[in-house]
């Protein structure tokens, strides 16, 4: 069953990154049609219930998105700006697709997010 589970999130994290990048093409395209390039991120051969996998699927996922959204340091603002908010958008959506707490913690610590422990039940 975790094979099918792995296949479907393969297939979720591409469909990710394609659609905010089709958003963030779009919004700037003259033409009616666009063709957005996508990567897939292979991850079955990561342990994500450890930091070291997680980390090197948040580097994957990070340097797909960098190849899907453009150049992160254009000397031009607009399209550098464009591209990080791109580049982060498509991180985001594919980190949640995955659905994994150890990526998502992973993706938190290098965006400077403080990790926050909450009690939601306790024994009296």
Excluded: F, W
């Amino acid at each position: 069953m975790k094979t099918i589970n792995y296949s479907k999130n393969i297939a979720l994290v591409t469909v990710a990154a394609l659609g905010v990048a089709s958003l963030a093409i779009g919004a700037h395209a003259d033409e009616a049609v666009v063709r957005v390039p996508t990567r897939t991120v292979h991850y079955s051969d990561l342990n994500l219930n450890t930091q070291a996998g997680a980390e090197v699927l948040y580097k994957r996922i990070r340097n797909a998105a960098e190849q899907v959204c453009g150049d992160v340091g254009s000397r031009q603002l607009e399209e550098a700006a464009a591209a990080r908010a791109c580049v982060d958008q498509a991180a985001i959506a594919s980190i949640r697709a995955v659905n994994n707490l150890q990526l998502t913690n992973t993706y938190n610590s290098h965006v400077g997010v403080a990790q926050t422990t909450m009690s939601i039940a306790s024994v009296r």
